[in-house]
């Protein structure tokens, strides 16, 4: 799932650590709307800066 122009839910997701310990490192529902809004928040200082 694309958060925004350059992020992904699977890169804010991934954890080597969680797979090797078997921990479930999916977002709760419920908090989706929060990611998705700090992820928007990161990608208008991205675009600001050009990078």
Known sequence: MKLTEHFTLEEFTHSTTASRL?????VPTDLMSNIQLGYS??????SKLAL
Do not use: L, T, V
């Open 22 to 26: 078997k921990i479930n490192n999916c």
């Open 41 to 46: 928040r990161i990608n208008k200082i991205i």
